[in-house]
Nanobody, 117 residues
């Protein structure tokens, strides 16, 4: 019943910017968390940024100060603004909605981000 659809991926040069969008079918509120994850070839999927229903945010150290997560409650959309991109940011980026421990977990299809030197 919940859908997560990512968009906005593409190619950029080091130092450039991209803005990812995650359109959801549910209100992001209460005990819900939306996170952006990424998976590079040969590496484990890792969380890069998250935002809770009330609006608290967290970032991985590798993206802190460069990426910003935000949400538009009216549009039911979560954004990931990625600035000062580095080649190591290259990965498939996934949007995830988590509702409480063991209650629900929804994933989008992923969007490819390529950053060249």
């Amino acid at each position: 019943q919940v859908q997560m659809v990512e968009s906005g991926g593409g190619s950029a040069q080091a130092g450039g910017s991209l803005r990812l969008s995650c359109a959801t079918s549910t209100i992001i509120s209460g005990f819900k968390t939306v996170g952006w994850y990424r998976q590079a070839p040969g590496k484990q999927r890792a969380m890069v940024a998250s935002i809770t229903g009330p609006g608290s945010t967290n970032y991985a150290d590798s993206v802190k100060g460069r990426f910003t997560i935000s949400k538009d409650n009216a549009k039911k959309t979560v954004y990931l603004q990625m600035n000062s991109l580095k080649p190591e940011d290259t990965a498939v980026y996934y949007c995830n909605l988590r509702i409480g421990p063991g209650i629900a977990d929804y994933w989008g299809q992923g969007t490819q981000v390529n950053v060249s030197s």
